[in-house]
């Protein structure tokens, strides 16, 4: 089973809003990323969790506050948006970080800010 | 600036057609390399992972890398439509999970 589960599939945000993303993998992965894809682009990196420590933060905004309560679950908390930020937003998991780990990607949250 | 590139397309082949896809990469310390397809509006989905110089096959698919000359290549035997997709090339830079991916290469197979 290489399933990642993203909730929700779609939201709609004002700049003012906060809200959050959740990503869940019971693969006893102990690597979770957060990237961001907008429309015809490759996905960006934003964040990775090794062992519930973040060890990668790409120069990502602060209104993006990501957090890993457990080794299973990661989320990304949201505040003050702006209508740029609005993209798809994939989790992943990997066994660990090491450079031959497939990540394995999540169907996604397609944000709107508004 | 670790860099990989593809080139975007859109490549059109008929229905049973090889497909041929293509791929550099800048760092020659990269060790592994992988292979994503995306369907408009999906999450990527791997396809085949590669990390040893030659030949990797797993069905219709076959990965080549080639380390001397920084080049990786996807190859799809006897396309189908539903291989209609963006294939995303993608490269571990050094340890720590950092996953580079190229523009990708939109694929359109004809009937």
């Known amino acids: 089973d290489t399933e990642v589960t993203q909730t929700p599939k779609h939201l709609v945000m004002g700049m003012t809003n906060k809200k959050s993303l959740k990503c869940e993998q019971h693969?006893?992965?102990?690597?979770m990323y957060w990237y961001k894809q907008k429309a015809k682009k490759p996905p960006e990196l934003m964040f990775v969790?090794?062992?519930?420590?973040?060890?990668i933060n790409e120069s990502v905004p602060s209104r993006f506050s990501p957090e890993c309560p457990n080794s299973s679950l990661l989320n990304l908390h949201l505040h003050a948006l702006q209508p740029e930020d609005s993209a798809l937003y994939l989790c992943?998991?990997?066994?660990?970080?090491?450079?031959?780990?497939?990540?394995?990607f999540g169907p996604g949250t397609r944000l709107l800010v508004l | 600036q670790k860099e990989v590139e593809q080139n975007s397309g859109p490549l059109s082949v008929p229905e049973g057609a090889i497909a041929s896809l293509n791929c550099t990469y800048s760092?020659?310390?990269?060790?592994?390399f992988f292979w994503y397809r995306q369907y408009s509006g999906k999450s990527p989905e791997l396809i085949m992972s590669?990390?040893?110089?030659g030949d990797k096959e797993d069905g219709r698919f076959t990965a080549q890398l080639n380390k001397a000359s920084q080049y990786v290549s996807l190859l799809i035997r006897d396309s189908q439509p539903s291989d209609s997709a963006t294939y995303l090339c993608?490269?571990?830079?050094?340890?720590?999970?950092?996953?580079?991916f190229g523009q990708g290469t939109e694929l359109s197979v004809k009937p």
């Open positions: 992943a998991s990997s066994p660990g970080t090491s450079e031959q780990e497939t990540q394995y």
């Open positions: 693969m006893g992965h102990r690597a």
């Open positions: 969790y090794s062992y519930e420590k973040l060890s």
């Open positions: 760092d020659r310390g990269s060790q592994s």
């Open positions: 590669i990390y040893s110089n």
């Open positions: 993608a490269v571990i830079y050094n340890q720590g999970g950092k996953l580079i």
